[in-house]
C-alpha cells in the first residue's frame, strides 16, 4: 500500500434486522441511512468475520478495517501493539422486544471449545429505558448445574437468574461466560470484544423468531452449560465522573483489560479536548458536532461513529457535545492514574470492571 497519513475514519455501520429490534435507532437516536423496518443492531466499528468495516471517507475509502490494522498496526492501535484484528467491537442495540437468553464464552472457553482466539466479554451502556426496564444478568446464588437446566428447559428464566432494574445512563460491566439478557423497550450502547461467539437457551432463532427443533434445542443447551459461568454477578452503576474544563465533564462507564468506555458531555463554555495514545471509537449520542483533529474538521451526525487513529492523539469535539469514547486501555494510564488524580480511591475505581485491582500503580 502507498504511505497515507491517517485521518478520522468513517467506518459502513451495517443495520442487522433481528427479531428484537425495532426504530429506535433510526427515530430517538436519529440514525440516518438505515433501513426503515425492525432494526435489531447498528455494528459502528467491527472486524468481526463476514461482518468487518470499510472506511468510507478520504484516500483510504474502501480499505477494510483488517487492512487498516495489518498495514499500519502502530499507527492505528498505538505504540508497541500487534495484532491480527481490530479488538474492540462497538454497537448500537435495540432491545424494543426482549433479546433471547444467551452467553459468550470468555477467553479460555473460547480457545478450548470453540477454537476461537477470544472470547466475549461486554458491557452495556443504557441510553434510554422506559419505566420499569428490566435485565436479567447472571445466576442467583445457589443454583446448581442441574437445576439451570431444567429452568431453561422450561423457559422459566426467572427462577435461576438475576433480575436487575434497569436506568438511563447506566453501565453494566458482563464478563464472558455470564447468562444474559435485556429488553424491551431498552436502547443500549454496546462495547465488547471483536466475537460473535454465543450460545442461546431459547426456542426461537433471534433472526426472524423461527422455532428452533428439539435436537437443536438440546444441542444448544449442552454447549451452554459447558460455557456458562456462575460466579459473575454483575450490577448496573452511574460510572466515576470528573470535572475536566469549564462545562466539561468525562464519566468513565466501564473499564477491564479489554475495552473502556467513556461519556464526556460539554456545554458551550469550552470544548472536549481529548489526547489519547490508543485508537478511538467514537460515538455521538447527542446533537450534530463539529470534530477536528489536526487539520481534518467534519461534523458528525447523531448516532455516527468515527474511528479516530492513535497517531492523531488528540481531538478536538466542539459543544454543546454528548458523545462516546471506546478504546483498548492501558489500566494504569487511561484510568488510574486519572481518576486517582481526581481524588478516587482504589474502592471506587474497581467498581468500573476487572483487572483494576491489579493494574501497575
Request: charged share 20%; glycine share 12%; net charge negative.
Amino acid at each position: 500500500m502507498t504511505a497515507v497519513q491517517l485521518y478520522p475514519l468513517r467506518l459502513t455501520a451495517p443495520a442487522k434486522p433481528l427479531v428484537f429490534g425495532g426504530h429506535a435507532i433510526a427515530r430517538n437516536l436519529g440514525k440516518t441511512g438505515i433501513p426503515d423496518w425492525g432494526i435489531g443492531e447498528t455494528w459502528e466499528c467491527s472486524d468481526v468475520d463476514g461482518m468487518g468495516g470499510e472506511v468510507t471517507n478520504g484516500p483510504l475509502a474502501g480499505t477494510s478495517l483488517r487492512e487498516l490494522v495489518q498495514q499500519h498496526p502502530e499507527e492505528l492501535m498505538g505504540r508497541g501493539w500487534s495484532g491480527e484484528y481490530f479488538p474492540v467491537l462497538a454497537k448500537f442495540i435495540d432491545a424494543t422486544g426482549t433479546l433471547p437468553v444467551h452467553l459468550h464464552a470468555d477467553d479460555e472457553t473460547a480457545q478450548r471449545l470453540e477454537g476461537q482466539a477470544n472470547g466475549k466479554t461486554e458491557a452495556w451502556h443504557i441510553l434510554a429505558a422506559a419505566p420499569g426496564a428490566t435485565a436479567l444478568c447472571g445466576i442467583r446464588d445457589g443454583v446448581s448445574a442441574e437445576q439451570l437446566r431444567t429452568a431453561l428447559e422450561a423457559q422459566k428464566f426467572d427462577a435461576v437468574m438475576r433480575r436487575l432494574p434497569v436506568r438511563a445512563g447506566e453501565t453494566i460491566y458482563v464478563p464472558g461466560g455470564t447468562l444474559h439478557s435485556f429488553g424491551p423497550d431498552t436502547l443500549v450502547y454496546e462495547i465488547e470484544q471483536t466475537s460473535d461467539i454465543q450460545q442461546h437457551a431459547m426456542r426461537w432463532h433471534m433472526e426472524d423468531g423461527s422455532p428452533v427443533d428439539d435436537e437443536e434445542f438440546t444441542g444448544n443447551l449442552d454447549m451452554l452449560l459447558q460455557e456458562i459461568k456462575f460466579d459473575p454477578k454483575p450490577d448496573f452503576g452511574p460510572g466515576v465522573s470528573v470535572r475536566v474544563d469549564d462545562g466539561v465533564e468525562q464519566t468513565f462507564l466501564c473499564t477491564g483489560p479489554y475495552f473502556a468506555l467513556e461519556r464526556w458531555r460539554a456545554g458551550t463554555a469550552a470544548p472536549i479536548r481529548r489526547r489519547f495514545e490508543t485508537a478511538q471509537i467514537l460515538s455521538n449520542v447527542g446533537a450534530p458536532v463539529t470534530v477536528t483533529a489536526g487539520a481534518w474538521s467534519e461534523e458528525l451526525g447523531r448516532a455516527d461513529s468515527l474511528l479516530l487513529p492513535a497517531c492523531l492523539g488528540t481531538v478536538e469535539v466542539t459543544g454543546p457535545a454528548d458523545v462516546l469514547f471506546g478504546y483498548l486501555p492501558n489500566l494504569d494510564r487511561d484510568v488510574r492514574h486519572p481518576l486517582t488524580e481526581a481524588g478516587y480511591g482504589p474502592a471506587v475505581i474497581v467498581t468500573l470492571g476487572e483487572g483494576l485491582e491489579t493494574a501497575a500503580t
